[in-house]
């Protein structure tokens, strides 16, 4: 059965730093990974995907994130973060086939000023 | 854009009511999902839809039931409230396809009192 982990529950950075939330995942196949962020009382929008190829992905809003195919990770990260960041973050995963995205719990990140 | 529209977004209702959370999309998207969003558990998949008239459990089922009787709308059915489905509910929708990416609406804050 595929999973996902975000082992950090809260994330704190300072504004200007590099920030990256973590995740890992398990599948028993080529894995289709997903990040969404989402808002006070917003639903989850959507950031970036990795698929195959690059593992190096650009997204919305700054973000990118690396797929570690031997670590079965891929964390998300953003240069220079903003106050504007602050949010929960989702990683989410899918295997084959035209399943439902299995979601982790979720990484509070705050950016402060 | 992909527009997912929630009918309400907070709703207070009383236990043992029969409660009716909709649920329509712009974009012709085959799939549809039903999830709810608890604090420290992050989103769990109650029921998803591949096609009009389909319907698949997922995660948490029980107490819930859903009706697709078009392809653009998908409904969330409560049959008898209780105070332990007090939750947010988000609903989700994407075109067929190992890549595709969910997207979602704002969500429904439901209180049973």
């Known amino acids: 059965a595929q999973s996902v982990a975000q082992p950090e529950d809260q994330v704190n950075v300072a504004e200007g730093n590099p920030l990256t939330v973590k995740c890992t995942y398990s599948?028993?196949?080529?894995?289709?990974l997903f990040w969404y962020v989402q808002y006070p009382n917003r639903g989850l929008q959507f950031l970036l995907k990795y698929i195959t190829g690059d593992n190096l992905v650009k997204g919305s809003y700054g973000f990118e994130a690396e797929f570690n195919k031997s670590q079965t990770s891929f964390h998300l990260k953003k240069p220079s973060a903003l106050v504007s960041d602050s949010a929960l973050y989702f990683c989410?995963?899918?295997?084959?086939?035209?399943?439902?995205?299995?979601f982790g719990k979720g990484t509070r990140l705050s950016v402060i000023a | 854009d992909v527009k997912v529209t929630q009918s309400s977004r907070y709703l207070v209702k009383r236990t043992g009511e029969k409660v009716f959370l909709e649920c329509v999309q712009d974009?012709?998207?085959?799939?549809m999902f039903w999830y709810r969003q608890d604090p420290g558990l992050g989103l769990r998949l109650i029921y998803f839809?591949?096609?009009?008239?389909?319907?698949e459990k997922g995660d948490i089922p029980e107490g819930y039931s859903v009706s697709r009787e078009k392809k653009e709308r998908f409904s969330l059915i409560l049959e008898s409230a209780s105070t332990n489905q007090t939750s947010m509910y988000l609903c989700?929708?994407?075109?067929?396809?190992?890549?595709?990416?969910?997207?979602f609406g704002d969500g429904t804050r439901l209180s049973i009192l």
């Open positions: 599948v028993s196949g080529n894995p289709y």
């Open positions: 989700a929708s994407s075109r067929q396809g190992t890549s595709q990416p969910q997207h």
């Open positions: 839809s591949y096609d009009v008239k389909m319907k």
């Open positions: 989410a995963v899918r295997d084959i086939g035209n399943t439902p995205l299995v």
């Open positions: 974009m012709d998207h085959e799939n």
